[in-house]
């Protein structure tokens, strides 16, 4: 069951598997789809629940919100105040 763009439910005798469309980047087939297990549920319920995690918690941005986590910290490192002996 297709549920977005990227993810999908599928099941099998055991459990419900969340899957999400990755994109090869490598080898011969660079550039084709393949589908990527995220996890295994016991109900569609808990692997809905999972995806929207993983939709909120990993944003697309992700990537754009490390590189400013990590300008900031630099910034922060550059200050010529000291608070170690405050």
């Not at 419900?16 to 109900?43: D, H, M």
């Not at 999972?50 to 910034?75: G, R, S, T």
Request: charge should be positive; hydrophobic fraction near 35%; charged fraction near 30%.
């Amino acid at each position: 069951m297709r549920i977005t763009d990227d993810y999908r439910i599928v099941t099998d005798r055991r459990s419900v598997i969340l899957q999400q469309k990755k994109v090869n980047t490598r080898g011969k087939s660079i550039g084709s789809e393949r589908w990527e297990a995220r996890g295994f549920y016991t109900t569609h319920k808990e692997a809905l629940t999972a995806m929207l995690n993983y939709k909120i918690l990993v944003p697309q941005e992700y990537h754009e919100v490390v590189n400013k986590i990590d300008e900031l910290m630099a910034i922060v490192e550059a200050l010529p105040i000291s608070c170690e002996n405050s």
